[in-house]
């Protein structure tokens, strides 16, 4: 399957807001794949973003590398010993032939020409190294936090989502990796959020920046008062499914 023929960058207008509001990945899912693979030397965090999986995969890997097609990303993703950032496209990403243990790929595969990246996986990855691709769908909160982000999400920027999203509504069905496909385990994202933290997450969804480019204002505007009134005071916990895809060369 053939996604994308070239980059095109959704997120480095709201980069720093995309390093800050992001959800973390559970430590766990970084322990699961670290014991899928028998040498832990160097590990490619592709389409790293914020950088926030390539810092969680060093604890587990002597070297880590981070690229992103976005140098903007590049620019605010966050320092650090074990991580070294490159920027690069995930279809040609400059490492060494049979180099890399595990490659990981966070909500971005559906961005990638598939065909082309898989063969360069193939490429780096050593001759039993492992591949990992995950994606999330829409947070939860409340049933009536969760309303008003839906309502944002299907009728306020609903035409502005890139066709690609339609992987991620699908939980990746259908994307073939390449090598033999790895049982999996379940896994999801947690956050303790206040209603600011939420309001400047949604503001990081690429179909927010579409509108925002065309419009020139801001659609989340159009959903706060509703959504502050839902959320109230203080912290919420919210919780974001995860879908993962595994397979060994």
């Known amino acids: 399957m053939t996604v994308s023929s070239g980059f095109r960058d959704h997120f480095s207008a709201r980069s720093e ?6 959800p973390h990945y559970p430590s766990t899912l970084f322990e699961f794949l670290a014991s899928l693979t028998a040498k832990h030397s160097l590990a490619w965090d592709c389409a790293t973003g914020s950088g926030q999986a390539a810092i969680a995969l060093s604890a587990h890997f002597e070297r880590v590398f981070a690229t992103d097609a976005s140098k903007a990303q590049i620019d605010a993703a966050i320092a650090h010993p074990g991580v070294t950032y490159r920027v690069a496209a995930a279809e040609a990403s400059q490492l060494d032939a049979g ?7 966070g909500q971005a595969l559906h961005w990638f020409d598939i065909e082309r990246f898989s063969t360069e996986a193939e490429r780096v990855l050593v001759s039993d190294g492992v591949l990992a691709a995950w994606c999330y769908e829409l947070c939860r909160a409340s049933d009536a936090c969760d309303a008003v982000v839906d309502e944002l999400y299907t009728e306020v ?5 890139p066709p690609e999203r339609h992987l991620i ?3 990746y069905a259908g994307i073939a990796m390449p090598g033999r496909a790895l049982e999996s385990r379940d896994f999801h994202m947690s956050a303790s959020w206040t209603v600011n933290d939420m309001l400047g997450y949604l503001r990081t969804w690429s179909a927010c920046t579409r509108y925002r480019q065309v419009h020139g204002d801001d659609p989340v505007l159009k959903i706060e008062k509703a959504l502050r009134a839902a959320w109230g005071e203080g912290h919420r916990p919210v919780r974001w499914p995860l879908t993962l895809l595994v397979s060994r060369l």
Request: charged fraction near 25%.
């Open 169 to 171: 509504e699908a939980g």
């Open 17 to 22: 807001h995309y390093a800050r509001y992001r």
């Open 157 to 161: 920027v609903g035409k502005f989502w």
């Open 99 to 105: 180099s890399i243990d595990l490659i990981t790929v």
